[in-house]
């Protein structure tokens, strides 16, 4: 396993699931579940509350284990984030970035839209992937979390 990202509440791992022989995203959590029994309570619902939405910019949660080691598995999306492909190429014509930026603004909103919030949107968050063929931008599920309801 080989780490590709990290956030305020896990870490991200490839990893090769042997059984459905492909690669996937592993995200355990930073503070050791036993010991934060309210990290593992808020990890778990996390897993829940992702695994329910469904958007194709959005990555899908193939897996929860609830007992030692608590982790979930997610679909891997290979490419650069938006940070090195900003490094590689330089600026953006307006068009260019709106092109590369409006998946990433869907998803967001198909986010908001199920009830929660992304709390690490950033060009050098492995949070966003642009994968080298298709460009496709895909939200990991790291940073987010239930939004709050305000009261009325």
Avoid: W
């Avoid at 309210?38 to 695994?51: D, M, N, S, T, Y």
């Avoid at 970035?97 to 992304?118: F, K, Q, W, Y």
Wanted: glycine share 8%; aromatic share 4%; with cysteine.
């Amino acid at each position: 396993m080989v780490t590709i990202g990290s956030g305020g509440m896990g870490l991200v791992l490839r990893a090769y699931d042997a059984l459905l022989e492909r690669e996937v995203a592993i995200k355990l959590p930073l503070m050791d579940p036993r010991t934060h029994p309210e990290v593992r309570r808020r990890f778990l619902r996390e897993a829940q509350a992702l695994a329910g939405l469904s958007h194709p910019a959005i990555v899908r949660v193939y897996d929860v284990r609830e007992i030692e080691p608590v982790y979930y598995t997610m679909e891997l999306v290979n490419g650069r984030t938006l940070q090195e492909l900003m490094v590689e190429r330089g600026r953006f014509e307006v068009s260019e970035a709106l092109r590369l930026l409006s998946p990433i603004a869907a998803a967001l909103s198909a986010c908001h839209g199920g009830g929660l919030v992304h709390r690490d949107v950033k060009p050098t968050a492995e949070a966003l992937r642009l994968p080298r063929r298709t460009l496709q931008d895909r939200l990991m599920r790291q940073g987010i979390r239930l939004r709050e309801r305000r009261p009325q």
